[in-house]
């Protein structure tokens, strides 16, 4: 009998366990999404240009500065709500900005920047191949990359003037150096 006396225990032991494991959820920040690609090269890609006119973007683009890669989409209403920010952003100089253009049409995309600004030095146009490489999840997401081209820092949803202050500028400082 005495043997059978932990089997009453076990369910405790569970619940107690449940309960840790919950409590430690509370403080995780359900915004963060891990990405495996943090500190590994950016991948490799070549986009077309949204139009005549315009240039298009590749990795190439990447190297020898620190650089923000911004996925939007023109249809996409958290990138409308981040765009005053990084036209902001785009007007101190301090990071070269690229745009990911990501499965939208080239045309709503031209409308968009010329009604909303161009903070972008370069765009591509992606038809979603690019944005799966780089491990975005949905629009938009904002990477950092260093000046030798690794990813360094990856912002899921719309960026804020917070954000860019607290974040993205200290870091960029940082890769500066």
């Known amino acids: 009998m005495r043997r059978r006396g932990w089997i009453y225990l076990l369910p405790v032991g569970v619940f107690a366990a449940m309960l840790v494991a919950f409590y430690v959820g ?15 090269p950016a991948p490799h890609f070549t986009l077309p240009p949204l139009a005549q006119g315009y240039q298009g973007f590749s990795t190439a683009d990447l190297h020898g500065h620190v650089s923000l890669v911004n996925a939007f989409a ?4 958290p990138c409308r709500e981040e765009h ?7 007007r101190t100089g301090r ?5 990911i253009d990501y499965k939208d049409k080239p045309q709503a995309a031209l409308a968009w920047i010329g009604a909303l600004g161009d903070p972008y030095t370069r765009i591509g146009a992606d038809d979603g191949r690019v944005g799966i490489d780089w491990g975005v999840y949905g629009v938009p997401e904002t990477f950092i990359v260093d000046r030798t081209g690794r990813i ?26």
Do not use: Q
């Not at 023109?74 to 209403?77: F, I, L, R, T, V």
């Not at 990071?95 to 745009?99: E, L």
């Open 26 to 40: 509370l403080g995780l920040d359900t915004m963060a999404l891990p990405s495996p690609l943090i500190n590994k």
């Open 74 to 77: 023109s249809w996409c209403a």
């Open 84 to 90: 005053p920010a990084l036209n902001a952003l785009a």
């Open 95 to 99: 990071v070269a900005i690229y745009g």
């Open 152 to 177: 360094r820092y990856k912002h899921v949803g719309p960026l804020t003037t917070a954000d860019i202050e607290n974040t993205i500028l200290p870091l960029v400082a940082r890769l500066d150096k």
